[in-house]
C-alpha cells in the first residue's frame, strides 16, 4: 500500500467546520479570494480550511464571523475543533498496529526514530520540515509523538529493536545541547529489558541496509508488516515475500551492527566528545 505525505488527517470536526464557513461565504455572495482578502489569508488557505485539511488559527472565527453576519456558528463551533492526532493518513495504519505489536524492529539511516526522540530533537526536525510547519501543527505532531513514545513503557512485553547508524548522531542536529541530551535519552531507554539498541558504526565495509529505512511490525497474531518511509510517503507492506525480504535483511544487519554492549560504549565517548 501506497501513500503520499502531507497534513495529518483531517477529523470530522474540521470538515464539518469548514463545510459551515463554505455555506456562510456563498450565502454572502464571497468567492474565496474575496472572503480571504477581507479575513487575512490567501484562497488557497481559504480553500483548505473548507475542505477541513487545515486547523484555522484561534483567531480566524472571530473573523470569519465580522465578515459572514456574526451568526455566532463559526465562534461556537471553533473550541470543538479537533485534528486527527499529528498522524500523516498513509501512517495511520501502521500506528494502529504499532500499539498492539509484540514485536516492532526499526533501521534507520536519516533520523532518530520518533519512538526514541526527545522534544527538543523532534522540534528541529519540524523547524526543518518543508513545507514549513505553524506552531499549532508542530505542538500537535509532537503531542501525537510522545503519545506513541509511551509504548515502550507500557508495554514491556513488547520486543522492540533498534539499529541506528552511528552519523545520526554525529550530525549534531538541533546543537550539542539537543544533541547530548537525545544520546542521554537514547542511553536511558537502552536500560528497559524490552528494548534492543544497537548502532552501525559510520565505517563499515559490508551493509545490508543501504536501501533504505525500515520497520518491520509482529502482531498478536504472529502476523507481520512493513513500512518503509521515503520523502513524500510511506510504503505499508503486507506481501510475505516481500517481507521476508526486509526481515532477512535486517537479521543480516543485526550481525554487522555493533553490539548492545559496544553501542552504549560507542553513545557514551560520543556524548562525551560533544
Not at 481559504?46 to 465562534?75: C, H, K, W, Y
Not at 502476523?223 to 510517503?233: I, L, P, V
Amino acid at each position: 500500500m501506497l501513500g503520499t505525505g502531507g497534513e495529518p488527517e483531517s477529523s470530522d470536526s474540521l470538515r464539518t467546520f469548514g463545510a459551515v464557513v463554505q455555506a456562510l461565504r456563498e450565502h454572502a455572495e464571497l468567492n474565496r479570494e474575496e472572503f480571504g482578502d477581507r479575513v487575512g489569508l490567501s484562497k488557497h488557505m481559504v480553500a483548505s480550511i473548507e475542505q477541513g485539511r487545515r486547523m484555522p488559527d484561534p483567531q480566524f472565527a472571530e473573523r470569519a464571523e465580522e465578515v459572514l453576519g456574526n451568526t455566532g456558528a463559526l465562534r461556537k463551533a471553533a473550541p470543538w475543533l479537533t485534528r486527527q492526532p499529528g498522524l500523516a493518513a498513509w501512517f495511520r495504519r501502521w500506528a494502529q498496529l504499532e500499539a498492539t505489536a509484540v514485536t516492532l524492529y526499526t533501521y534507520e539511516c536519516r533520523l532518530v526514530p520518533g519512538l526514541l526522540q526527545t522534544e527538543a530533537y523532534a522540534r528541529q526536525l519540524f523547524a526543518d520540515q518543508w513545507p514549513l510547519l505553524d506552531d499549532a501543527q508542530a505542538e500537535t505532531q509532537w503531542q501525537a509523538r510522545a503519545e506513541r513514545q509511551r509504548l515502550l513503557w507500557e508495554r514491556p512485553n513488547t520486543t522492540f529493536g533498534f539499529i541506528l547508524e552511528e552519523h545520526l548522531f554525529l550530525r549534531r542536529t538541533g546543537g550539542v545541547d539537543v544533541t547530548r541530551e537525545l544520546i542521554e535519552h537514547v542511553l536511558e531507554i537502552a536500560e528497559l529489558r524490552n528494548v534492543e539498541i544497537q548502532v552501525m558504526p559510520l565505517v563499515q565495509e559490508s551493509h545490508a541496509g543501504l536501501a533504505g529505512p525500515m520497520q518491520l511490525l509482529e502482531t498478536p497474531e504472529n502476523k507481520w508488516y512493513a513500512y518503509c518511509e521515503g520523502q513524500r510517503g510511506g510504503m505499508f507492506v503486507t506481501d510475505s515475500k516481500e517481507i521476508s525480504v526486509l526481515q532477512k535483511r535486517y537479521a543480516r544487519m543485526r550481525s554487522q551492527a555493533l553490539t548492545l554492549e559496544d553501542s552504549v560504549s560507542l553513545l557514551k565517548r560520543i556524548r562525551g566528545a560533544l
